[in-house]
């Protein structure tokens, strides 16, 4: 009988155990960009004006009345340098009929690195760079950090980790979210004409 119950004891522990590595290997998943975005409570997303890697300066107010997918990101983090190539394909997809725009806010102050960046991998979006990590209070938990603006400026989703951002998946995310925003602003305006 002792034997019996050691022998469930064990049994049950290795279930558990493989419960746990089961639940971190999802957790693991998810967090490495098998999720789209997050919907978090809407907010006002705070102005800016930082220097652009061309040397203009550029702030977030200067895409009022656009969908703004701002990116923050750094040239030393391997997982943000991995998907700038399919930011700027989405960029490319979704801004030429469409109010949208991918801004990249490299955090740090690397402004020669980023040139060379971007001068390696050059991309069709506006970067700007944080050199004094001036937007220090905005919800960036790590690198990449991406939220989507509305185009009243409210931070309406958000993304921790890397993302396929030029999947179909993605790109058909993001055209739901521009055209459920355009139908309510329809209505809201209809409703204000009555």
Known sequence: MKQNSNFDRKCLVRRSVSSVLALMLFAA???AGGDLMDKIPSSDASDFTLM?????DISLSDYDGKFVLLNFW???CPPCVRE??????LHNKLNGSHSFEVVGVHVGPALATVKQFLKDRPVDFDIVIDKN?????????GLPTTFLIS????????????REWASDEMVQF?????????????LDTESSNT
């Open 74 to 76: 750094a040239t030393w």
């Open 29 to 31: 998943i998810a967090i």
């Open 174 to 186: 993001i055209q739901e979210i521009m055209k459920e925003y355009e139908r309510l602003a329809i």
């Open 151 to 162: 185009p009243s400026g409210k931070l309406i989703y958000q993304a921790t980790g890397e």
């Open 133 to 141: 990590m001036s937007l220090s209070s905005w919800p960036v938990a």
């Open 52 to 56: 652009s890697a061309h040397g203009d």
């Open 84 to 89: 700038m190539p399919a930011l700027n394909d």
